[in-house]
């Protein structure tokens, strides 16, 4: 359950920092967005740098596995 509500978060931050910008994200909009409150953010991530870190790791991580796996960024699916 935790593990959902983390990956959830991570999505929407994504999606709120590609939309406005690393500098300019509200953890409020990303909580008003997925309908909780910003403490349960806080609990997961304590700090706006936390969830930033874990945002752009997880943005990294998933690069690389489409690199591992031989697929392109841009493409969904496999390079021949």
């Known amino acids: 359950h935790l593990y959902q ?3 959830a978060i991570l999505r929407s931050t994504r999606q709120e920092i590609f939309r406005y910008g ?10 008003r967005l997925l309908g909780i409150s910003k403490k349960t953010i ?6 706006r740098a936390d969830l930033l ?3 752009i ?3 990294e991580a998933e690069v ?3 690199m591992i ?9 496999p390079l021949p």
Do not use: Q
Not at 42 to 47: A, E, L, N, V, W
């Open 69 to 77: 796996y031989g697929t392109n960024l841009f493409m969904p699916y």
């Open 53 to 55: 870190r874990d945002c």
């Open 5 to 7: 509500k983390r990956e």
């Open 42 to 47: 806080y609990r997961i991530f304590p700090t």
């Open 57 to 59: 790791l997880s943005m």
């Open 64 to 66: 690389k596995g489409k």
């Open 22 to 31: 690393i500098s300019a994200f509200w953890v409020e909009e990303i909580a």
